[in-house]
């Protein structure tokens, strides 16, 4: 050590901060971090079709399966045996046509699950998606109608079966629905029709910031949800456009009544998160770490190429580092069962 060259440590660099004092240490490294990632902040999805005692996996996302409701009382208790924050429901019909008519019904898939959920495990929180994908036999998020030449989501007739689909679930006992079909006005439809059929106090979480994305995938085999004809980009967003456009998106949501908001997909999108945490910290704000973000870290590890648990937690620790206070995902119950080690 050269003890004549100690006067320039003085002045911050090497070799007076040495970093690596943080690291050496188990107990220093435990110390000082900062980022958590709780069960408690976890929102598990489920997917789940009529039929009875069925649990048909899902090949795309190895672990997962669309389950009947009667399977849901044990799978709940589970779940919030395991201190999960809540589960998302997603459901397939037993018929799809071009209105989604089961989605408004009150003998549909999601009614039945969410009041099976409810009176087995009332302390587990139940969020229901609301949008017709997965109901209308065509595929797409709402009712269609012909514009510029082309079948595409009619939006202002679509809002009037979102807000009786968000009223459907509410009566079964969903504690809080969750808007995903990104048409305008959503939020305000729903926030109406839940206030006029008395539930005021359920909350809506939207999801605000959604974007067009190849890493929903796996998601449209589990929710067998697949557009028959073209694609989502006339109403999901354009990933290519200004962080701006995500942000208006969250301000036009939140003035129309969202109590939480969503930024999707999760890992490609960080930094649209941090925006809009940056920009609404008093918002309550999630992110979903979607099927195709799954899935390939599951379809590597198979393969012995990554560490499924490694990369997981690191991938969640990146977005509550990012600003994410919830985050949606397929690993809760592994998260639940592997610590935070
Ligand atoms: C639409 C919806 C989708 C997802 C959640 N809600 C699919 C889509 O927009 O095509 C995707 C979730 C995932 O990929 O895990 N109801």
């Excluded at 997962?64 to 589960?87: F, N, R, T, Y």
């Excluded at 910031?209 to 006339?234: H, L, N, Q």
């Excluded at 701006?244 to 998160?273: C, F, N, S, T, W």
């Amino acid at each position: 050590m050269n003890m004549e060259n100690g006067g320039q440590g003085r002045q911050g660099g090497f070799p007076t901060t040495r970093m690596r004092r943080l690291r050496y240490h188990p107990g220093v490294r435990k110390l000082v971090r900062e980022v958590a990632v709780s069960p408690a902040n976890l929102v598990l999805p489920l997917f789940v079709r009529p039929g009875e005692k069925l649990r048909q996996p899902i090949g795309a996302m190895p672990g997962h399966c669309q389950m009947s409701p009667d399977q849901l009382p044990a799978e709940g208790k589970e779940i919030a045996g395991l201190g999960i924050g809540g589960v998302i429901l997603f459901g397939i019909p037993a018929a799809k046509d071009a209105q989604g008519s089961d989605a408004t019904s009150e003998s549909g898939i999601v009614a039945e699950a969410v009041a099976r959920l409810k009176d087995a495990v009332p302390e587990l929180l139940v969020i229901t998606d609301v949008c017709f994908c997965e109901f209308t036999d065509h595929g797409h998020c709402g009712v269609l109608a012909e514009r510029c030449g082309q079948m595409d989501v009619d939006n202002d007739a679509t809002l009037d079966l979102l807000a009786r689909q968000a009223v459907v679930h509410a009566k079964a006992g969903a504690d809080m629905v969750a808007p995903s079909g990104m048409m305008d006005g959503m939020v305000g439809a729903i926030r109406g029709g839940l206030d006029f059929a008395g539930y005021e106090h359920i909350p809506i979480m939207s999801y605000a910031a959604k974007y067009a994305s190849g890493f929903y995938g796996p998601f449209r085999e589990a929710a067998e949800s697949a557009p028959k004809f073209g694609d989502r980009r006339t109403y999901q967003m354009d990933p290519a456009t200004a962080i701006g456009q995500a942000l208006r998106e969250v301000e036009l949501d939140l003035a129309e009544g969202a109590d939480l908001v969503m930024v999707k997909p999760a890992l490609a999108y960080l930094d649209v998160v941090r925006a809009v945490a940056e920009k609404y910290p008093g918002v309550p704000l999630a992110t979903y770490n979607v099927s195709g973000e799954y899935s390939m870290v599951k379809a590597a590890a198979e393969r012995g190429w990554i560490d499924e648990q490694t990369v997981a937690m690191e991938s969640l620790i990146a977005m509550r580092r990012a600003g994410a206070q919830i985050i949606l995902t397929y690993w809760a119950k592994d998260v639940a069962r592997w610590g935070n080690g």
